[in-house]
């Protein structure tokens, strides 16, 4: 895969490989999380370009989907066929799965250590958050959205929903306002969304499968055309 840094791009892949590489989520510090074909979880060192391997405990294999500035790392383990959410720093580390769910999911974590996900009930998908040992559910609005990243401060999350006219359109929701984010008239996915707002994700025509990136600046921060 590749990186951005003041306009360019560097690929990166990692050692010995000439492909397969993931990238899934980074911190203000450099560090980015990822891992490559399905077998080997690592976090990057933008500032170094060392890789440092991880394993959570007993799992058959890690995918990390996020990473906070204090370098907590919260993705998804496959323990025993089980999928379950996780967290892990060093040699700290649990497992993250709301009461009564199934196929959880960490996905994001905030600087303050609140993280979101979602996992799977009898009634279908349950987004939920993760703070100070509680459990709750989110109530975005829309049956069908699914959450994919949290801001650094933890007031506002992104993801995805399905719309009356049965597209996917990414969005942005701070616990009262619900912003819907579509790309022209693409398919959309919010995954990322930083300090300034500015939102990251990717979009594809229907009939058309090739993905793309696309970056969301508030209205505020749009340049003038």
């Known amino acids: 895969l590749f990186r951005s840094h003041n306009g360019t791009y560097t690929s990166v892949d990692y050692p010995g490989s000439n492909g397969g590489t993931l990238l899934f989520g980074m911190n203000d510090n450099g560090q980015v999380v990822g891992e490559w074909n399905d077998e080997i979880a690592f976090i990057y060192n933008m500032n ?110 992104v993801g995805t929903f399905v719309d009356k006219n049965g597209d996917y359109v990414g969005f942005i929701y701070n616990g009262k306002k619900f912003v819907p984010l579509q790309y022209e008239s693409a398919q959309t996915t919010a995954s990322g969304i930083n300090s300034a707002g500015q939102v990251v994700g990717l979009y594809a025509y229907v009939g058309n499968e090739n993905m793309h990136g696309f970056l969301w600046n508030p209205p505020n921060e749009r340049a003038a055309p």
């Open 48 to 157: 170094t370009q060392i890789f440092t391997t991880i394993s959570f405990p007993h799992a058959s294999q890690t995918w990390p989907y996020g990473i906070n500035n204090a370098g907590v790392i919260v993705g998804q383990v496959d323990i025993d066929a089980t999928l379950e959410g996780f967290a892990m720093k060093g040699n700290q580390h649990m497992l993250i799965e709301p009461p009564g769910t199934t196929v959880g999911t960490a996905i994001g974590i905030s600087s303050s250590g609140r993280i979101v996900g979602f996992a799977s009930d009898p009634t279908g998908n349950v987004e939920f958050e993760y703070a100070n040992g509680h459990y709750a559910q989110i109530n975005i609005g829309a049956s069908s959205a699914q959450v994919y990243g949290i801001n650094p401060a933890g007031s506002a999350v």
